[in-house]
């Protein structure tokens, strides 16, 4: 592995900017040099005029792999990430079979290792029968449960969450809606003529406040870390904000930020996802929340499936939108227009989700730490085309739109992987010590 020289940029953190030097070698970030002669044997990389940022960690994406990777693979997940500057993935457990027991998990190292282009991640799944398999695995990012008030698919409730809360030993990761508020706006609203918009009313926002009060209090009874997935309204706002002792954390997604309901026009059932875009005035709330800093981070919920499948009728669509691509270059676009500023942007996608998933070495750029970086260009500006789209989900919700600031350059573990809009690198990646 050589050394590579990240030349005449801008680093970024959370608390600022820095114009230094990069030097990069055997994986690492070894030091920032004053001294060119120091460092004449590295590859120079000319950064001037650019931003130099620590990779993006996107804790919650679904690669499909296995079982479903005609919507998604580890390879063509993994170019996508490391496309958009995203240098380390968690990936959820329901896939086919799902990721419930040690064997499974293995199964599922042994089927990634050596394909990803980024640094990766797992969860294990917790179905209400498997806390022994749970409490087993090793080296996972945490145990995903969908939260359930009457027992969906992979839903849980009752004694069965309680007991995950009192006798598991792993963070955990709540999907949280109220089924039972599900089925009954369902009910109500299936009859006659309906479009795909009647998402919204059926997974309520009632529903998902309802569900995260009760993952809360159950966090707060068992003095029990837990993470709330993509959070979409006001109203789990405020519920968590008054949990944030009882180590109570969560994140919201980039289509909870950037669409909303009036957006079923044109994109219908594509933009169908669990939970659902929200009004204007929940998206507002939301950017707020972000930046008072009750929302601990983004990440996307990259949940692809196939053209053909979104493109059928609301109740056969499958839900879910991807999202690891284009992670960075929307809010890249959005930062200081929606007041955010690009130091918190680097806390909300870098550090802060080092540091709720415990990855050691990774979210920033310091002496020691991994060399996972992305080269940020904040004066260019693309259009985003389907076509150069690298998931196999094939279509964005952002597509043609003209957005401003893109990265340019991605490093994984100090190899090149990314540069300026091609894969150049080799699937380099490594599971995550936690
Ligand atoms: O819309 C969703 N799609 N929400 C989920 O929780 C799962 C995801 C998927 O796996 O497709
Ligand atoms: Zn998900």
Same mark, same amino acid.
């Given at each position: 592995m050589g050394k590579i020289l990240l030349k005449n940029g801008e680093v970024v953190s959370s608390k600022g900017t820095l114009k230094i030097d990069v030097l990069i070698e055997d994986g690492k970030i070894v030091g920032f040099p004053e001294d060119d002669d120091e460092v004449s044997d590295a590859e120079v990389v000319d950064c001037m005029d650019k931003l130099i940022l620590p990779g993006v960690i996107d804790p919650h994406v679904h690669f499909r792999d296995p079982g479903q990777t005609y919507k998604e693979d580890f390879e063509s997940g993994s170019r996508a990430a490391v496309s958009g500057g995203v240098t380390t993935v968690l990936d959820m457990p329901n896939n086919d079979p799902p990721t419930i027991s040690r064997k499974a998990l293995d199964d599922k190292?042994?089927?990634?290792?050596?394909?990803?282009?980024?640094?990766?991640?797992?969860?294990?799944?917790?179905?209400?029968?498997?806390?022994?398999?749970?409490?087993?695995v090793k080296n996972v990012a945490g145990v995903k449960v969908f939260v359930a008030d009457s027992t969906g698919e992979m839903g849980v409730s009752g004694e069965d969450l309680e007991k995950l809360f009192e006798k598991g030993n792993k963070l955990i990761v709540a999907h949280a809606e109220d089924t039972k508020i599900i089925e009954e706006n369902k009910k109500k609203l299936l009859k006659g003529k309906y479009g795909p918009e009647?998402?919204?009313?059926?997974?309520?926002?009632?529903?998902?406040?309802s569900a995260v009060k009760y993952v809360c209090e159950l966090a707060k009874k068992y003095k029990h870390s837990v993470h709330i997935a993509h959070i979409s309204t006001e109203g789990e706002v405020d519920v968590i904000e008054k949990y944030k002792d009882s180590g109570v954390t969560c994140e919201v997604t980039p289509h909870h930020l950037h669409l909303t309901e009036d957006?079923?026009?044109h994109?219908?059932?594509?933009?169908?996802?669990?939970?659902?875009?929200?009004?204007?005035?929940?998206?507002?709330?939301?950017?707020?929340?972000?930046?008072?800093?009750?929302?601990?981070?983004i990440d996307t919920d990259h949940a692809p499936h196939s053209l053909e499948e979104k493109g059928g009728e609301y109740l056969d669509v499958p839900a879910g939108v991807p999202g690891v691509e284009m992670l960075l270059p929307i809010f890249l676009n959005t930062v200081d227009?929606?007041?955010?500023?690009?130091?918190?942007? =680097?806390?909300?996608?870098? #550090? +802060?989700?080092? @540091?709720?998933?415990?990855?050691?070495? *990774?979210?920033?750029?310091?002496?020691?730490?991994?060399?996972?970086?992305?080269? =940020?260009?904040?004066?260019? #500006? +693309?259009?985003? @085309?389907?076509?150069?789209?690298?998931? *196999?989900?094939?279509?964005?919700?952002?597509?043609?739109l003209v957005l401003k600031g893109w990265p340019v350059l991605t490093i994984v573990n100090g190899e090149i992987v990314f540069d300026h809009g091609e894969i150049v690198g080799k699937p380099v990646g490594k599971e995550v010590e936690f």
């Open positions: 190292r042994a089927l990634v290792s050596g394909r990803s282009y980024v640094n990766y991640g797992f969860y294990i799944g917790y179905d209400g029968g498997n806390l022994e398999e749970v409490n087993e009647i998402h919204s009313e059926i997974r309520s926002p009632e529903a998902a406040v957006d079923y026009k994109w219908k059932n594509f933009i169908k996802v669990n939970p659902p875009v929200r009004s204007r005035m929940e998206v507002f709330s939301l950017w707020k929340a972000l930046k008072m800093g009750v929302i601990d981070i227009s929606e007041g955010i500023t690009i130091s918190e942007l =680097v806390g909300l996608v870098c #550090e +802060k989700p080092a @540091e709720i998933f415990g990855i050691p070495n *990774k979210g920033r750029i310091m002496e020691g730490y991994d060399a996972d970086i992305v080269v =940020v260009d904040m004066e260019l #500006e +693309k259009k985003v @085309e389907r076509e150069k789209l690298f998931s *196999k989900a094939g279509w964005s919700p952002y597509e043609d």
